[in-house]
Nanobody, 123 residues
């Protein structure tokens, strides 16, 4: 099973940027689809972005398209989420996730979750 550790959250002003990192370890992590989810206070956890370690396919929630970019560094076993033009509604705990396929990740059938990192966007 793959282990995930997120870093990079924090407080940023409306319109600012942050980059989240998710370091993966364990066997066979290269076969997983990797993704980011977020959970705002009082709301359910929602999908943000996903990609395979090999690259394509990639997918984004409509609410973040054009502002967020998911990428990976295979040499560092790390997946990133670059978040630009942040809005107060982007506030929440961001979780890194690993799933056996893109379909299962979107369905919420997650093999491993990270511990989460807080992102707060002030207006």
């Amino acid at each position: 099973q793959v282990q995930l550790v997120e870093t990079g959250g924090g407080l940023v002003q409306d319109g600012g940027s942050l980059r989240l990192s998710c370091a993966a370890s364990g066997r066979t992590f290269s076969s997983y689809c990797m993704g980011w989810f977020r959970q705002a206070p009082g709301k359910e956890r929602e999908f943000v972005a996903a990609m395979y370690w090999s690259g394509n396919p990639m997918g984004y929630a409509d609410s973040v398209k054009g502002r967020f970019t998911i990428s990976r560094d295979n040499a560092k076993n790390t997946v990133y989420l670059q978040m630009n033009s942040l809005k107060p509604e982007d506030t929440g705990v961001y979780y890194c996730a690993a799933a056996l396929s893109y379909t299962t990740l979107l369905a919420g059938r997650i093999s491993s979750w990270g511990q989460g990192t807080q992102v707060t966007v002030s207006s």
